[in-house]
């Protein structure tokens, strides 16, 4: 295929034929005089002819600008119709997001009506997995992820850091003594999340607080995890910036007052590339709702 022209100069002769004049034609495309006429002359010298006949009060079309027009317009017209139609329908998809169960069900969905209230047109379409973000656009906008910084394929936004620290009933903690003198855990049901299953090894070496002889419950992930610690059956590892309505409203307490802060957190990810209108939409009001600036 031969090298075709730059569409934007296309489009700038046929709208300066359509107007006859290269000062209307440049004001209407945001351009100065002299910008569009050294475009418009640029054009004429990579095909080789004169499309239009420079006068006082304005231009008109050279016999061989006519013909061209007539050729190009119609292609012009299809352009911006297809592109039109590829905007609409981007306009109309949902927003996809991956996030996380534990991390949707304790502090995203309590927020995003307001996200919806302030962007009613957008649709969010949450996929609860785990795995990790792929490199291109055709699966996911956006991906809220555990661990460090950054990621292979992605840019990344840091939403809020990692803190742990264990949390039961107030009733649990005091029928088996545990508070911030305790020293030992030992005897009573601990709860441990799959995918989390480092937080107690970490947590108590941390504080100095030993696991003796514990009875473990495991969970397939963190929201079941603390809804068996809101229901009594024992005390678990809690991410504190995601139990804040747990823990303010006493259904939960943090005995130990011992916190633990890891260079983790949860990051907003997104593949590299061109930005969907909607993800930069719910990109800023999360980053707003995490209290983090956001960046462009």
Request: positive net charge; aromatic residues 6%.
């Amino acid at each position: 295929m031969s090298h075709l022209p730059s569409l934007p100069a296309l489009e700038l002769f046929a709208r300066a034929a359509r107007l006859e004049s290269v000062s209307r034609a440049a004001e209407k495309s945001g351009l100065t005089q002299s910008a569009a006429s050294r475009r418009i002359a640029a054009l004429e010298a990579e095909l080789g002819v004169v499309l239009l006949d420079r006068r006082r009060h304005g231009v008109v079309l050279t016999q061989e600008g006519r013909s061209f027009l007539a050729q190009i317009e119609p292609a012009i017209a299809a352009i911006g119709g297809a592109v039109s139609t590829l905007r609409a329908a981007q306009a109309q998809a949902p927003l996809r997001l991956r996030v996380y169960s534990t991390f949707a069900a304790l502090w995203l969905l309590p927020r995003l009506p307001d996200f919806q209230r302030r962007h009613p047109k957008v649709r969010v379409m949450i996929d609860a997995t785990v795995t990790a973000i792929p490199p291109d656009r055709g699966e996911v906008d956006l991906a809220i992820q555990f661990g460090p910084a950054g990621g292979p394929g992605t840019r990344s936004w840091l939403l809020m850091e990692d803190e742990i620290e264990p949390v039961c009933t107030p009733d649990f903690a005091a029928r088996h003594g545990v508070g911030p003198d305790c020293r030992m855990l030992s005897g009573i049901p601990v709860l441990e999340s799959h995918y989390r299953s480092a937080d107690w090894r970490d947590w108590s070496a941390a504080a100095d607080v030993a696991l003796s002889n514990v009875e473990a419950m495991y969970f397939p992930n963190s929201l079941l995890a603390y809804q068996a610690a809101i229901a009594g059956l024992g005390i678990a590892v809690g991410q504190t910036v995601l139990l804040g309505a747990e823990l303010g409203d006493g259904r939960l307490i943090a005995p130990f007052r011992r916190p633990l802060r890891r260079p983790l957190g949860y990051h907003l990810r997104a593949p590299k590339g061109p930005e969907r209108a909607q993800a930069r939409a719910f990109r800023r009001w999360i980053m707003q709702c995490a209290g983090r600036e956001p960046v462009d």
